[in-house]
T-cell receptor, first 113, second 112 residues
Framework: TQLLEQSPQFLSIQEGENLTVYCNSS?????LQWYRQEPGEGPVLLVT?????EVKKLKRLTFQFGDARKDSSLHITAAQTGDTGLYLC?????????????FGQGTILTVHP | NAGVTQTPKFQVLKTGQSMTLQCAQD?????MSWYRQDPGMGLRLIHY???????DQGEVPNGYNVSRSTTEDFPLRLLSAAPSQTSVYFC???????????FGPGTRLLVL
């Protein structure tokens, strides 16, 4: 069973601060996704990274896939209160397991004004 | 498009009762999945389907049944509810060959 360890589990910061969320595994993934989930709603896909070493930017969010495709990070610059939510990473093992996502435990981010 | 819809939004069951969680999508997606979300454990895959008539088990299938008679619908059946099945259940769909998975709003289930 592939596992994804996400850290930290909780993050409470002030508006304007920077933060990084990590997603680590001992397994290789063909791709890795980051989701954001609001209370009472389903997760919404933010980005998919596919290539080892890949960096993708989405406004103030920067996503990186590790060279060995075992880990990923999400960096938020100058956090805003609207960034508050649950952030989830999810790995796709590929091959015969393609489409069966393994999720990390999630990071609950609270940005205070 | 309504996207992925789930009913009911909330449900309270007694131990031993059965029920069906409904999931429908109007995007003609081939892939559909059921997940459960528990505090501190992220989402765990229960069952999934790669097309009508084809289903397979995920990580935590025990106590749940699924069927896929049409492309649009993917119901999840709890045969005999247990308190351990108290959770939030999400249905998701994805077009074959793409990475983007669309989630429904979830069903919150409490088993007493």
């Amino acid at each position: 069973t592939q596992l994804l360890e996400q850290s930290p589990q909780f993050l409470s910061i002030q508006e304007g601060e920077n933060l990084t969320v990590y997603c680590n595994s001992s397994s290789v993934f063909s791709s890795l996704q980051w989701y954001r989930q609001e209370p009472g709603e389903g997760p919404v896909l933010l980005v998919t990274v596919v290539t080892g070493g890949e960096v993708k930017k989405l406004k103030r969010l920067t996503f990186q896939f590790g060279d060995a495709r075992k880990d990923s990070s999400l960096h938020i610059t100058a956090a805003q209160t609207g960034d508050t939510g649950l952030y989830l990473c999810a790995g796709n093992a590929g091959g015969t397991s393609y489409g069966k996502l393994t999720f990390g435990q999630g990071t609950i981010l609270t940005v205070h004004p | 498009n309504a996207g992925v819809t789930q009913t009911p939004k909330f449900q309270v069951l007694k131990t031993g009762q059965s029920m069906t969680l409904q999931c429908a999508q109007d995007m003609n997606h081939e892939y559909m999945s059921w997940y459960r979300q528990d505090p501190g454990m992220g989402l765990r895959l229960i069952h999934y389907s790669v097309g009508a008539g084809i289903t397979d088990q995920g990580e935590v299938p025990n106590g749940y049944n699924v069927s896929r008679s049409t492309t649009e619908d993917f119901p999840l059946r709890l045969l005999s509810a247990a308190p351990s099945q108290t959770s939030v259940y999400f249905c998701a769909s994805r077009r074959q060959g793409t990475e983007t998975q669309y989630f429904g709003p979830g069903t919150r289930l409490l088993v007493l």
